[in-house]
């Protein structure tokens, strides 16, 4: 009787890590190797604003204020294709930066931004996904 609880037991044992190892095999992987877990919906692209500074930051698109990026986290703003005005503004301080961003249908436009201490602006770093 004990050498039957011993098997079952390491069966049990067996698959609990066979199991783990299959969902550790599988945990990550996507269709497309996004670093920002968005999609956009059908016939719009997105924004992502990925603050990587201490600071929230309020988002202004074409001069409409959008939800706050939390300091240190990204955010989506989904849009129709086209181009668009962008005004990042530190919470609580000076900083900020404007420019324009191209949104492509279907893609991800994204937009690092950065501050340097001593500087009233933010480094703002665009690359497409």
Not at 56 to 61: P, R
Not at 78 to 91: M, N, S
Request: glycine residues 8%; hydrophobic residues 35%; aromatic residues 10%.
């Amino acid at each position: 009787m004990k050498d039957k609880w011993i098997h079952v037991l390491f069966r049990t044992l067996v698959c609990l890590v066979v199991c783990a190892g299959a969902i550790l095999l599988t945990s990550g992987c996507e269709d497309d190797d996004d670093d920002y877990d968005h999609d956009p919906p059908a016939g719009m692209g997105a924004l992502i604003v990925d603050n990587k500074t201490d600071n929230d930051m309020a988002v202004y698109i074409d001069g409409i204020e959008q939800v706050k990026t939390d300091e240190d986290h990204w955010r989506a703003y989904d849009l129709f294709p086209g181009e668009y005005r962008v005004v990042l503004r530190e919470k609580g301080g000076d900083r900020s930066s404007s420019f324009d961003a191209d949104i492509l249908e279907g893609r991800q436009t994204i937009v690092d931004a950065q501050g340097s201490s001593g500087r009233n602006h933010y480094d703002i770093y665009i690359r497409y996904d």
